[in-house]
């Protein structure tokens, strides 16, 4: 069965600086997906970013982006120029493409705190 | 256009008491999830629903636990004699078809007392 593990239940950051939250992930499926979510107290979750398991380059979307090291099982968030509004919790989860939906199997969170 | 809508947003329930939660999808999505939240942790998969009929209800904990699709869009989670083990936030998702990206209503906060 797959899993997803987040090491971090908390980081801290200034604003405008970058951060890594940390994502490895267990599988022994040759075809997946990982996705980060964003969580605010608002309860919603919010889609960042996805990464395809054949996908060759790292995934970007603004000031996101997605350190994928195959070989080592690990699907890093970097968020670049932090902002006070990035302050959330933010989970990372994974699917497999051959179960023909999109069944999410989320890690336990890393809850960020941008500091002014 | 309207997002994924969740009602109620809150529940206060007690211990043994039957209790239904609502879920409005994206117009037009065929596919529908339901997630359960416990303090401190990821969301865990319940049930999937693609139209009608729930194509996969492995992760609903118990036989107290039942959903409903009937009409292919609202979707409707049923707890029978609740427990305080059920106090969580249930978030509901759908999508276009399945394989494509899962969009998040604001959660319903269950609290069993």
């Known amino acids: 069965a797959q899993k997803i593990t987040q090491t971090q239940p908390g980081m801290f950051v200034q604003e405008k600086e970058a951060v890594t939250l940390d994502c490895t992930y267990d599988?022994?499926?040759?075809?997946?997906?990982l996705f980060w979510y964003k969580q605010p107290s608002s309860g919603e979750m919010i889609f960042l970013i996805y990464?395809?398991?054949?996908?060759?380059q790292n995934a970007t979307e603004g000031r996101y982006s997605l350190n994928f090291q195959k070989a080592r099982k690990s699907a890093n968030l970097v968020i670049s120029a932090s902002q006070l509004g990035d302050s959330a919790m933010y989970f990372c989860?994974?699917?497999?493409?051959?179960?023909?939906?999109?069944?999410?199997?989320f890690g336990t969170g890393t809850r960020l705190l941008v500091s002014p | 256009g309207a997002g994924v809508s969740q009602t109620p947003s809150n529940k206060v329930t007690e211990k043994g008491k039957y209790v239904e939660l609502r879920c409005d999808p994206i117009?037009?999505?065929?596919?529908l999830y339901w997630y359960r939240q416990s303090l401190g942790q990821g969301p865990e998969f319940l049930i999937y629903?693609?139209?009608?009929?729930?194509?996969?209800d492995s992760g609903l904990p118990n036989d107290r636990f039942f959903a409903v699709r009937p009409e292919g869009s609202v979707s409707t989670l049923k707890i029978q004699r609740t427990e305080r083990g059920d106090s969580a936030v249930y978030l509901c998702?759908?999508?276009?078809?399945?394989?494509?990206?899962?969009?998040f209503g604001p959660g319903t906060r269950l609290t069993v007392t």
């Open positions: 998702a759908s999508s276009l078809r399945g394989l494509d990206e899962q969009y």
């Open positions: 629903f693609q139209g009608t009929g729930a194509a996969d």
């Open positions: 990464q395809g398991s054949y996908d060759e």
């Open positions: 989860a994974m699917i497999l493409m051959n179960t023909g939906f999109q069944k999410l199997v």
């Open positions: 117009s037009g999505h065929t596919a």
């Open positions: 599988t022994s499926d040759q075809s997946y997906g």
